[in-house]
């Protein structure tokens, strides 16, 4: 029995062992293989500039009985804008329309909403690009009075940004 035990604790040693040395061989393998390169780059920066340029949305809507006098109407409302701000100095590059939509409602006609009308609504949404900021409140002054109806928004950048 006592002989049993022994050759019993030999094969476990030898198995341990084997074990060990299958280990120890798998890390030198691997230790022999190329690691893998690579590059993590992290960055932050933060630009301070004053803007001298701005960019105008404004829209001009109608409302008309017809999709065709919807239209005409709009179209000679945006007609007036863009000569306006033309005539301020902002050049056709500078202007483009960015937008147009055209839909129809049907509205009450009577006070009990019995009876309908069609409305045909056009939209027509204007841009107008690197204007000068000192001049932004004169180009608002005459969208408005031309036509336009709404200014939907105004953002600012500065020419200096592309010298960075």
């Known amino acids: 029995m006592k002989n049993f035990f022994t050759c019993r604790r030999k094969f476990i040693l030898v198995l341990l062992t084997a074990g060990l040395l299958a280990?120890?061989?798998g890390a030198a393998c691997a230790a022999d293989e190329k690691p893998q390169r690579t590059v993590s780059v992290s960055g932050h920066d933060t630009i301070r500039l004053v803007p001298d340029l701005a960019r105008l949305v404004a829209a001009v809507t109608t409302d008309a009985p017809t999709a065709a006098a919807a239209k005409n109407e709009n179209a000679g409302r945006c007609e007036a804008v863009i000569k306006s701000v033309r005539a301020l100095g902002i050049s056709e590059e500078q202007?483009?329309?960015?937008n147009v939509n055209i839909y129809q409602t049907e509205e009450p006609r009577d006070k009990e909403g019995?009876?309908?009308r069609r409305v045909y609504h056009m939209?027509?949404?204007l841009t107008f690009?690197?204007?000068p900021v000192k001049r932004v409140g004169e180009v608002i002054d005459a969208v408005v009075k031309n036509g336009a109806d709404n200014i939907e928004s105004v953002s600012y950048e500065s020419s200096d940004y592309r010298n960075q």
């Open 123 to 125: 939209y027509a949404g």
């Open 114 to 116: 019995k009876k309908t």
């Open 23 to 25: 280990v120890c061989a």
């Open 95 to 98: 202007i483009k329309t960015t």
């Open 129 to 131: 690009s690197r204007v």
